[in-house]
Antibody, heavy 122, light 108 residues
Framework: EVQLVESGGGLVQPGGSLRLSCAAS????????MTWVRQAPGKGLEWVAN????????YYVDSVKGRFTISRDNVENSLYLQMNSLRAEDTAVYYC???????????????WGQGTMVTVSS | EIVLTQSPGTLSLSPGERATLSCRAS???????LAWYQQKPGQAPRLLIY???SRATGIPDRFTGSGSGTDFTLTISRLEPEDFAVYYC?????????FGQGTKVEIK
C-alpha cells in the first residue's frame, strides 16, 4: 500500500524550531519529487516547498524562504521539513505529498499523508 | 502569482442533483497543470482530476473536469452522499503553485 506518514508536529513558542518527518512506503521514494503543503485551521491549502528526487533542486513559497528547509533521505525513504523562527501564522496542519508527473506532461499531488499539526503559540 | 478564484463559495444541493464548480485564474494556466481535489472534514485532500480533465485512479466517472486558459470547471453529474465535501482547484503553471479558496458542496 502506498503510504505517507508524518510526525513531529506539536506546540512551539514563537521564534522556536520544529522538524517534521514523513515516512514513505509502498513506492520507489527516490523516483518522485516530494512536497509539503499546509492548511491553517479552517482555511484553504497552501503549497510550502518542493524537493527534486535527488535533492538537487528545492523551491519554497516566499513566506517561508530563509526559515524552512526541505530535505530528504532516499535510503531511509523519508522527507523532512526543518522549521526555524516559527511565527503564529505558521500554525497549520502540514501534509507530506507525493508529486507525480504523468505521461502527457501533466502533474498533480497524487498521494497525501494524514497530516501533522503544528501550533505556534506562547 | 496566479490567483485562482472559485465560485460559488458554497453550493447547496440535494443528492442526485448536478453540481457545477468554477475555477477562474488571474492569468492563463496550461491545461496540463490544473488539478482538482476533494477534502472531507478531518481528512487529507484527495486528487480527483489532473491535466484539467483526466480522472485520477479510482475516481468515478460522475466527476468531469473541463476548461482551458483561465476558466475551468468541475462537474459532478449526480451527487452521491459521499460527494458532499470541499473542492479545491490548483495550478502548477506558475510559481508559486497556488490553490483556489475552495467550494463547499453541502446537502440542501
Amino acid at each position: 500500500e502506498v503510504q505517507l506518514v508524518e510526525s513531529g508536529g506539536g506546540l512551539v513558542q514563537p521564534g522556536g524550531s520544529l522538524r517534521l518527518s514523513c515516512a514513505a512506503s509502498g513506492f520507489t521514494f527516490s523516483s518522485y519529487w516530494m512536497t509539503w503543503v499546509r492548511q491553517a485551521p479552517g482555511k484553504g491549502l497552501e503549497w510550502v516547498a518542493n524537493i527534486k528526487q535527488d535533492g538537487s533542486e528545492k523551491y519554497y513559497v516566499d513566506s517561508v524562504k530563509g526559515r524552512f528547509t526541505i530535505s530528504r533521505d532516499n535510503v531511509e525513504n523519508s522527507l523532512y521539513l526543518q522549521m526555524n523562527s516559527l511565527r503564529a501564522e505558521d500554525t497549520a496542519v502540514y501534509y507530506c505529498v507525493r508529486l507525480t508527473y504523468y505521461y502527457d506532461s501533466s502533474v498533480a499531488f497524487d498521494i497525501w499523508g494524514q497530516g501533522t499539526m503544528v501550533t505556534v503559540s506562547s | 502569482e496566479i490567483v485562482l478564484t472559485q465560485s460559488p463559495g458554497t453550493l447547496s444541493l440535494s443528492p442526485g442533483e448536478r453540481a457545477t464548480l468554477s475555477c477562474r485564474a488571474s492569468q492563463s494556466v496550461s491545461s496540463s497543470y490544473l488539478a482538482w481535489y476533494q477534502q472531507k472534514p478531518g481528512q487529507a485532500p484527495r486528487l480527483l482530476i489532473y491535466g484539467a480533465s483526466s480522472r485520477a485512479t479510482g475516481i468515478p466517472d460522475r466527476f468531469t473536469g473541463s476548461g482551458s486558459g483561465t476558466d475551468f470547471t468541475l462537474t459532478i453529474s449526480r451527487l452521491e452522499p459521499e460527494d458532499f465535501a470541499v473542492y479545491y482547484c490548483q495550478q502548477y503553471s506558475g510559481s508559486p503553485w497556488t490553490f483556489g479558496q475552495g467550494t463547499k458542496v453541502e446537502i440542501k
